[in-house]
């Protein structure tokens, strides 16, 4: 079966492999946000959600933010996503 995310990391990986060893962030369709290796999470609230990545830390903005899952290095986020950023 074709994976999407499979290929774009096997090209990426012969130019830059230090960067598939980081996160992932995937926004579908700006509803549902899918986070792969966050390193915890730091606030919490219907129109923020922060958490930890690698070197640094993500902020999510929205309306209606819901954390649907949380495992050790894995989250989704489902609500209206207006903005994402890696600071």
Do not use: C, W
Not at 3 to 32: A, R, T
Not at 50 to 69: N, P, Q, Y
């Amino acid at each position: 079966m074709f994976n999407f995310f499979d290929e774009i990391k096997k090209s990426i990986s012969k130019i830059q492999p230090q960067v598939l060893s980081n996160y992932n962030i995937i926004n579908i369709s700006g509803k549902i946000l899918y986070i792969e290796g966050h390193l915890g999470l730091t606030l919490l609230s219907k129109e923020t959600i922060t958490f930890k990545v690698k070197k640094g830390r993500a902020i999510v903005e929205g309306e209606d933010l819901t954390l649907a899952e949380l495992t050790d290095t894995t989250m989704k986020i489902v609500g209206t996503i207006k903005k994402v950023e890696v600071v």
